[in-house]
């Protein structure tokens, strides 16, 4: 199976990354990670607010 992590942008944006590939630049790991699905659903548990944080 494959594992992946959950990123975090500047814009506090998530996106799902896989964990054994380096986080591209602009990019932070959350300390979250699995299964695509279950990174999945912590994005949607977290990331209440899909506007960039600048157009908040």
């Excluded at 975090?8 to 699995?34: H, K, L, M, T």
Aim: charged content about 25%; aromatic content about 10%.
């Amino acid at each position: 199976m494959d594992e992946y992590q959950v990123v975090i942008n500047g814009e506090e944006q998530y996106s799902v990354w896989p964990a054994d590939r380096e986080v591209p630049a602009g990019w932070r790991a959350v300390g979250f990670g699995g299964a695509k699905d279950a990174c999945l659903a912590h994005i949607d548990e977290v990331w209440t607010d899909m506007r960039p944080l600048s157009a908040r």
